[in-house]
């Protein structure tokens, strides 16, 4: 039995909760949905949720951002490339 109640796929964190497991404002989700680099889920009252799964993809453009200091542009093509080799 899997010690989680929900799949990695599942919409279950808000916006502010995914901010603080990230370490990110809320205000950078945001901005990143904006750009188009993440689609979080939305319950009928219009609040976004989150996967674990989607945590996993805002971590690592985190660390793109803020460690490897990679902009948005870059960050699209980094993760497009990924993608594609994933499905190979």
Do not use: F, W
């Amino acid at each position: 039995m899997r010690g989680a109640m929900h799949g990695e796929d599942e919409p279950v964190y808000t916006i502010g909760v995914a901010a603080r497991i990230l370490g990110v404002s809320a205000q950078l989700l945001r901005s990143l949905e904006r750009e188009g680099l993440v689609y979080p889920a939305r319950t009928s009252s219009n609040t976004r949720l989150y996967s674990q799964n989607e945590l996993i993809i805002l971590h690592r453009i985190c660390v793109l951002l803020k460690d490897q200091k990679v902009n948005l542009a870059g960050i699209k093509i980094i993760l497009t490339l990924e993608r594609e080799q994933g499905s190979e």
